[in-house]
């Protein structure tokens, strides 16, 4: 039997969906466990994962490795590296990490900030939409089985081709080749003559 009390409070609270400015971002620069905390609590409303935790220290730690975001400065994370982790966490929901990422660099042009703001522009409204469908269902099982497919086959189709945009602009940038070594000349031997 569904819980339509509970698809109620998902619609309204999603209903009011906001994020905070990226001037509203915490303005100290925190260590793991703060971020993580702060991050999920943000994460929570619309990203979900397996363990149940949107971004985890072991996760922060392989994307600083592999620069997906910038290294913290004396373990601690500014204003900046928060904004580019949230959006991270959110896109790579949909697309694979190396395309959420290219994504990310490619519109983020030396500017977190701009990019954060724009970012915040279309998240808040497209769920608020997604709410407003939602509490638009009628307390039916049938048609919420229906609304969860159309949802499901509309993601896969703005997936495939969110996909293939990121694909056709993305260059990957192409590691240093390493010279080949010159061989050693071979110091001839006259008594073979």
Known sequence: MAD????????????????????ALPDIELYMDQLT???????????RSEDGVPLTPNRVNN?????????????????????????????????????ASALLSMLEKEDTAALYEEFRALQEPIVQKCAAELAACEQNEEQMLK???ELTLRST???F????????????????????KKE??????????
């Not at 905390?37 to 990203?47: E, F, M, S, W």
Request: glycine content about 2%; overall charge positive; proline content about 5%.
């Open 4 to 23: 339509f009390d509970k698809l109620c409070k998902t619609a309204a609270e999603l209903s009011e969906f906001t994020l905070p400015s990226y001037d």
């Open 37 to 47: 905390g702060y991050l999920n609590k943000l994460l929570g409303r619309t990203c």
């Open 63 to 99: 994307y600083v490795k592999d620069g997906r975001i910038k290294r913290p400065v004396q373990k601690k994370y500014d204003r900046e590296r928060i904004a580019m982790l949230y959006m991270l966490c959110c896109t790579k929901q949909n697309l694979t990490l190396p395309e």
């Open 147 to 149: 609304k969860a497919l």
């Open 157 to 159: 189709a703005e997936r």
């Open 161 to 180: 081709v969110a996909e293939a945009i990121i694909s056709s602009l993305w260059h990957e940038p192409t590691e240093k080749k390493e010279k080949p």
């Open 184 to 193: 050693k000349k071979q110091k001839s031997n006259t008594n073979n003559i």
